[in-house]
C-alpha cells in the first residue's frame, strides 16, 4: 500500500510539474502592456480620437476663405453662331478656360465659433474616455490575474495537505503493521486521501479555467501557458488615512469617466448653440478671377489668355434664412434632448462616484481586518495541527482529533490565501474609485 500512495503522488504531481517546467512567467505589469496593446475597445477609442481630431481641424479651418481652381475644354461641332459677324454658320469652334475663385463666410450666426467649441470640447471628452477605459482594461486584468493568483495558492494549499495526508497514511500504515494502530485508523485516513485527492482534482480545473478566462482578456493564442506571479507591489494604499469627503474630492477631481461628462455637457451646450445659429441671416463675400482662349476670336492664344479675355468677379451675398420646413426646429430640438440627457448623466455620475469611494473603502477596511483576523486563525491552526500530530504519535491524542487539526489546518491556510488576495484586490478597487489606478499599483516600486 506504501507503493501504492508513492505511485499515486507522483502520478498526481507529474502533469503539474511538467507544466511548471514551461511555463512562463506572466508579472502583472507584462499582463497590463499586452491587455492595453490588444484590447479592442480600447483601440477603437484611439481611432476615434483621431477622428475627433480631424473634427476640430475641420471647425478651425472653418474660419477660412476657399479657394478652387477650375479648368475646361471645349469643342463645339455644328450649326452655331459666328460671334464674329453673328451669323449661323456650320462651324468647329475650340474653347478653353482657366478660373480661380474664392469665398468666405463673414458672419454665420456664431455658427462656425460655437462648432469649433463643441469639437474641442468632444476631443477632450475622448481623451477622458481613453483614459478611463485604460483604468477599465487594468481593473479587469488584476481582477482576473488575482484569482489566478489565488487559484494558484489554492492549488499549491491542495497538493501539500493531499502530500501530508498521504505520508500520514504510510505512517498509520506503518504503525498498524507493528499492531500500534487499529485498521480504522488506517480507512479512515485513507478515505481523507482520497477526498483530499479531489480537492486538489478541483482546485486545479478551477485554475485551469480562470487561466483560460485570463488568456481570454489578454488575447493570448491558446497554446500559450504560463504561470502568474505574485506582485511585488503589496504596499497599503497611501490614501487609507484620509477622510471619506478628502478622498470624494480627489475621486472627483481624478475620476476620468466624471471629467469627460463634464465635457459632454460642455460640447452638448454649443451643439444646441450652433443649432440655433441656423435662425440667423448667413453674410458671405466671393471673387472669381480667369480667362479663356476661342478659337473664332483671331487674337492668338496668348494674347487672349493674358489681356484679352480676362475678367474679375466680385460681391457679396447675404442670406436670411424664412422657413426651412421645421428643419432648423428639428435639428435643435435634437441637440436641446443631447444636453439635458447629458446633464442627467453627468449628475448621476457626479453620485455615483461618491457611493463608489465609500463602498470601496469601506470594502478595503473590512478586508485588512479580514486579513489579519486570517494570520491568527492559520497561526493558530498550525500550532493545533503540530500539537496533535506530535499526541497522535505518542498516542495521547484520537485519530479523530489529529482528522479536524488538519482540516482547521488547511482551511486557515485557505483563509489566509484569500484574504490576503482579497486585500490587494480591495486596495486595486479603491484606487479605481478614486481614479488613480494605473499599472504601477501591482508592479514593482
Do not use: W
Not at 475597445?41 to 474660419?63: F, P, S, V
Not at 478660373?99 to 474641442?120: E, V, W
Not at 493568483?149 to 507493528?178: G, H
Not at 488576495?421 to 501591482?442: C, K, M, N
Request: aromatic letters at 8%.
Amino acid at each position: 500500500m506504501k507503493r501504492m500512495m508513492i505511485v499515486f503522488v507522483i502520478g498526481f504531481s507529474m502533469p503539474l510539474f511538467l507544466r511548471a517546467q514551461t511555463d512562463q512567467n506572466l508579472t502583472f505589469g507584462e499582463a497590463v502592456k499586452i491587455a492595453l496593446e490588444k484590447n479592442v475597445t480600447l483601440n477603437q477609442q484611439k481611432n476615434q480620437l483621431e477622428a475627433n481630431q480631424a473634427a476640430r481641424m475641420g471647425a478651425i479651418a472653418n474660419h477660412l476663405p476657399n479657394l478652387n481652381a477650375q479648368g475646361s475644354f471645349q469643342r463645339q461641332q455644328g450649326q452655331q453662331p459666328n460671334t464674329t459677324n453673328g451669323n449661323l454658320e456650320d462651324l468647329i469652334t475650340d474653347y478653353t478656360g482657366l478660373y480661380l475663385n474664392t469665398n468666405y463666410t463673414i458672419f454665420s450666426g456664431m455658427g462656425r465659433l460655437n462648432t469649433y467649441s463643441q469639437t474641442n470640447h468632444q476631443l477632450t471628452a475622448q481623451g477622458y474616455l481613453i483614459k478611463r477605459s485604460t483604468q477599465d482594461v487594468i481593473f479587469n486584468v488584476a481582477n482576473q490575474y488575482l484569482q489566478v493568483l489565488l487559484d494558484q495558492e489554492l492549488l499549491a494549499i491542495a497538493k501539500e495537505n493531499l502530500a501530508s495526508q498521504v505520508a500520514l497514511l504510510e505512517q498509520i500504515q506503518a504503525t498498524y503493521e507493528v499492531g500500534s494502530k487499529a485498521i480504522t485508523d488506517v480507512y479512515n485516513q485513507d478515505a481523507l486521501v482520497k477526498a483530499a485527492e479531489v480537492t486538489a482534482i478541483r482546485a486545479r480545473n478551477t485554475m485551469q479555467n480562470d487561466k483560460a478566462l485570463l488568456a481570454q482578456i489578454l488575447q493570448l493564442e491558446p497554446q500559450d501557458t504560463f504561470t502568474v506571479v505574485s506582485p511585488e507591489n503589496r504596499a497599503f494604499s497611501a490614501y487609507v488615512k484620509l477622510s471619506v469627503d478628502s478622498l470624494t474630492q480627489l475621486a472627483i477631481s481624478n475620476r476620468a469617466d466624471l471629467h469627460q461628462s463634464q465635457e459632454l455637457v460642455k460640447a452638448n451646450k454649443y451643439s444646441l448653440k450652433s443649432a440655433g445659429s441656423t435662425y440667423s441671416p448667413n453674410l458671405s463675400v466671393y471673387a472669381n478671377y480667369g480667362s479663356f482662349y476661342y478659337s473664332l476670336i483671331t487674337n492668338s492664344y496668348k494674347d487672349q489668355f493674358l489681356n484679352v479675355n480676362r475678367s474679375l468677379t466680385y460681391g457679396a451675398t447675404l442670406n436670411i434664412p424664412i422657413f426651412s420646413r421645421y428643419q432648423t426646429k428639428t435639428q435643435r430640438v435634437t441637440a436641446r434632448v443631447a444636453y439635458e440627457n447629458s446633464m442627467l448623466t453627468k449628475e448621476n455620475l457626479e453620485k455615483t462616484v461618491k457611493i463608489d469611494v465609500i463602498r470601496a473603502m469601506n470594502n478595503f477596511h473590512n478586508a485588512q481586518e479580514a486579513y489579519q483576523s486570517s494570520l491568527a486563525q492559520f497561526k493558530a491552526g498550525e500550532l493545533s495541527l503540530q500539537t496533535q500530530e506530535e499526541s497522535y504519535s505518542l498516542g495521547i491524542s484520537s485519530f479523530v482529533e489529529l482528522a479536524d487539526a488538519r482540516r482547521t489546518y488547511v482551511q486557515g491556510a485557505g483563509s489566509k490565501a484569500q484574504a490576503e488576495v482579497t486585500l490587494i484586490f480591495q486596495r486595486v478597487l479603491l484606487e479605481y474609485a478614486l481614479g488613480t489606478l494605473s499599472i504601477e499599483d501591482l508592479s514593482a516600486q
